[in-house]
């Protein structure tokens, strides 16, 4: 079946503006998970949803960073005031549910986000 | 939060060889332990994984072993192949429900 699909696949932007990226998680998956990976780091933690609720935001660097589920499904990362350290790649992941973190996440292809 | 470590950053190989990454973890609640292949330009994928029930669990040419009292874990890859090249990941699960990831190896199978 379809994977993690995310878009756009490249996004580039200036500093201060407003960007959106789009998760089209595995159907069926009911939790999802938003990772930033920097050059050369490994993915790291931004917030996790169950369902429709952000169950666990705490990766969120600053309140700049917001991200919603309305349905359950498709999931947009928002980031305002765009700054040049936003730059790195961002993956989404969806596993069927979210079991104390032992569920096998899989993950999308990412968005490569260059701010100038 | 965890803390993983990954060794080593690169490691190149001959076509035919083994490979070998170890990561060590600090979270001794800690109880699944995945490994993803990450290629240029696309997101990371599952290879293989291990929870902490068991010791070691192998799927053809990979196998992962896991040490829980010492709190570190292995991947193994055999015969490697040029297609084996690819940066590898190990990651942790965390008290919640993320994953906490290892900082890569960058893996080379010289022809």
């Known amino acids: 079946g379809a994977g993690v699909s995310q878009t756009p696949s490249n996004k580039v932007t200036e500093k201060g503006k407003y960007v959106e990226l789009r998760c089209d998680p595995i159907s069926g998956h009911t939790a999802l998970y938003w990772y930033r990976q920097s050059l050369g780091q490994g993915p790291e933690f931004l917030i996790y949803f169950q369902g429709t609720g952000a169950a666990d935001d705490s990766g969120l660097p600053n309140d700049r960073f917001f991200a919603v589920r309305p349905e359950g499904s498709v999931s947009t990362l928002k980031i305002q005031r765009t700054e040049r350290g936003d730059s790195a790649v961002y993956l989404c992941?969806?596993?069927?549910?979210?079991?104390?973190?032992?569920?096998?996440?899989?993950f999308g292809p990412g968005t490569r986000l260059t701010v100038l | 939060g965890e803390n993983v470590e990954q060794h080593p950053s690169t490691l190149s190989v001959q076509e035919g060889d083994s490979a070998v990454i170890k990561c060590t973890y600090s979270d001794s609640a800690s109880n699944y332990f995945p490994w993803y292949k990450q290629e240029l330009g696309k997101g990371p994928q599952l290879i293989i994984d291990i929870r902490s029930n068991v010791g070691e669990k192998k799927d053809q040419r990979i196998a992962v072993t896991l040490n829980k009292t010492a709190k570190h874990f292995s991947l193994h890859i055999t015969e490697t192949q040029p297609e084996d090249s690819a940066v590898y990941f190990c990651?942790?699960?965390?008290?919640?429900?993320?994953?906490?990831f290892g900082t890569g190896t960058s893996l080379t199978v010289i022809p």
């Open positions: 990651a942790v699960n965390g008290s919640g429900n993320q994953f906490y």
């Open positions: 992941a969806s596993s069927f549910k979210a079991g104390a973190g032992t569920d096998t996440q899989y």
